[in-house]
């Protein structure tokens, strides 16, 4: 059964930075696309960063620039490092592996992790 922890989350004022951190056990992590979604109050799931198995990289609009995604296939451990945060970026942050459809992107597990909360005060 996989697991997905993430961990890193925490109260910054905007401008700062977090490095969040999702360790995912029990399948072949290396072989999937990787994942950040986050979910602010009210509204829905979003991807905002997914990293390929071979490195390339894609970002929702309003973090690129911002946010950089990296994985360490070594330690099964995927990261989102956060910079220049802003009000508009407090979320829970979760991780999932990612499955590609056509142009579309969709989480693989039904099952998420407790997710980290980022909170970002102006």
């Known amino acids: 059964q996989v697991q997905l922890v993430e961990s890193g989350g925490g109260l910054v004022q905007a401008g700062g930075s977090l490095r969040l951190s999702c360790a995912y056990s029990?399948?072949?992590?290396?072989?999937?696309?990787m994942g950040w979604y986050r979910q602010a109050p009210g509204q829905q799931r979003e991807l905002v960063a997914h990293?390929?198995?071979?490195?390339?990289?894609n970002y929702t609009d309003s973090v690129k620039g911002r946010f950089t995604i990296s994985r360490d296939n070594s330690k099964n451990t995927v990261y989102l490092q956060m910079n220049s945060l802003k009000p508009e970026d407090t979320a829970v942050y979760y991780c999932?592996?990612?499955?590609?459809?056509?142009?579309?992107?969709?989480?693989?597990?039904?099952?998420w992790g407790q997710g980290t909360q980022v909170t970002v005060s102006s």
């Open positions: 029990g399948s072949i992590f290396s072989a999937y696309r």
């Open positions: 999932n592996a990612v499955m590609k459809a056509g142009n579309n992107y969709y989480p693989k597990y039904a099952d």
């Open positions: 990293i390929a198995s071979l490195g390339s990289t």
